[in-house]
Nanobody, 120 residues
């Protein structure tokens, strides 16, 4: 079992920055893919970024060049640095984890979510 708790969300103006954190606890080992997802009202959940066991990262086209995913060496904290925020980035952001060497579309463990609101 892996428990995930997000923090760092809030309200920001267009062009601003926020940094989300996700603290992981429970069965944490090297074989862990972690990712960030978001869901806006009335829209489907979408993948934002992921980082696999080897540290390789992947981003949605909509956030490339603006968002950066990272984690600490112990894999207990996952981050999402969000810069140049746009109104369309407004959503509930979720941290997710899957015990796997590589990332796929399957994530077993999810956090409760952290709201990000970007206003113009």
């Amino acid at each position: 079992q892996v428990q995930l708790v997000e923090s760092g969300g809030g309200s920001v103006q267009v062009g601003g920055s926020l940094k989300l954190s996700c603290t992981a606890s429970g069965y944490i080992n090297r074989r862990l893919c972690m990712g960030w997802f978001r869901q806006a009202p009335g829209k489907e959940r979408e993948g934002v970024a992921s980082i696999d066991s080897g540290g390789s990262t992947s981003y949605a086209d909509s956030v490339k060049g603006r968002f950066t995913i990272s984690q600490d060496n112990a894999k207990t904290t996952l981050y999402l640095q969000m810069n140049s925020l746009k109104p369309e980035d407004t959503a509930m952001y979720y941290c997710a984890a899957e015990p796997s060497w590589y990332c796929s579309r399957t994530y077993t463990y999810w956090g409760q979510g952290s709201q990000v609101t970007v206003s113009s």
